[in-house]
């Protein structure tokens, strides 16, 4: 059962597989910095993911 409520703790295993020599992808060092990257990039791929509120459609 999960509560109503939950927090996200800190990405502990995000941040220390962060790609050390990357062009794509800025190092960040800063744990509290990193912890807001993390959740805003979450709460964005969040927002684009598609969700169908109304079940299967039926053509």
Known sequence: MTPKH???KFPLWQYLNQPLFSRD????LNPHRF???WHLQLL???WTKEC???GPQQH
């Open 44 to 46: 964005e791929r969040c």
């Open 52 to 54: 169908d509120a109304k």
């Open 6 to 8: 939950f927090k996200i």
């Open 35 to 37: 912890a807001l990257i």
């Open 25 to 28: 992808t800025k190092l960040v």
